[in-house]
């Protein structure tokens, strides 16, 4: 096999490598969270708080609901137990009473209306925490397949490399550096011959360093983009 050649097959080697680290990337990242389930978690987090905020409200409209019935039926008592005889404070009492019972129709009203609104949010809360649910039940079911595909790529990836390795021992150092340094600005840096051009920049290559790459004796690179060049 040309020197040429070597280089090609430890690139196909570095390629599959490149790919095999990209995949356990993604894996592992899907292994690590979810964004959906992170929103999911998030949207039922605020539905709970705003149930919580909704249910205290109207439980302190049925507390003042509550204090104002008391104080209507107390004062009703006392307007017609024949316990207060002045005239003027029987009016003050009438007036109090009539006040108090405007402001319990409003105060009922307001509470029911706020008891509906806290009803809404607890149907809205037990919506996303069903939603939540059933996510976090895909999310586990899909987990050990994700831990499974991950031990696969990582046994690949390291197949992969012990076998890289033994490519790269077979290849003179020379080579191998000037493989590095190609690599390192332009990919792929082995390339095959198009017909007359360099099958990476694909401009033409000289008649001389076309019988050169086909006789395999040197390494040859392309005169424009510096990639190494096989048949």
């Known amino acids: 096999m040309s020197d ?5 097959v430890l690139q196909a080697s570095d ?11 993604e894996v592992e990242a899907a292994l690590r969270g979810d964004s959906e389930l992170d929103r999911s978690r998030v949207v039922a987090a605020a539905a709970t708080a705003t149930r919580h905020s909704s249910e205290a409200v109207a439980q302190a ?46 105060a009922e009203d307001r509470a029911i209306a706020l ?17 939540l649910e059933e996510h976090e039940q895909r999310r586990s079911g899909a987990l050990e397949p994700l831990r499974r595909r991950l031990g696969a790529l ?4 390291e197949r992969e490399t012990t076998e890289r390795e033994s490519i790269a021992a077979g290849i003179e150092a020379r080579n191998l550096a000037l493989y590095a340094r190609v690599a390192q600005r332009r990919q792929p840096a082995v390339v095959g011959l198009l017909g007359d051009t360099c099958g990476g920049c694909h401009l033409p290559v000289s008649n001389e360093e076309r019988r050169a790459v086909r006789a395999g004796e040197r390494i040859v690179q392309c005169a424009n983009c510096d990639r190494i060049l096989v048949p």
């Not at 390629?15 to 990337?25: F, M």
């Not at 009539?98 to 402001?103: A, C, D, I, P, S």
């Not at 990582?154 to 990836?157: E, K, N, P, R």
């Open 4 to 8: 040429a050649s070597q280089l090609y």
């Open 15 to 25: 390629t599959r490598i490149t790919q095999l680290q990209s995949q356990i990337r």
């Open 61 to 106: 409209a049925e507390a003042e609901m509550a204090a104002l019935d008391a104080r209507i039926r107390s004062l009703d008592r006392r307007l017609y137990d024949g316990s207060v005889r002045n005239p003027q404070e029987l009016l003050e009492m009438q007036h109090e009473l009539e006040t108090l019972r405007g402001r319990a129709r409003d």
């Open 115 to 131: 008891l509906q609104e806290a009803e809404s949010a607890a149907d809205s809360e037990r919506a996303t925490v069903r939603t």
């Open 154 to 157: 990582t046994a690949d990836l």
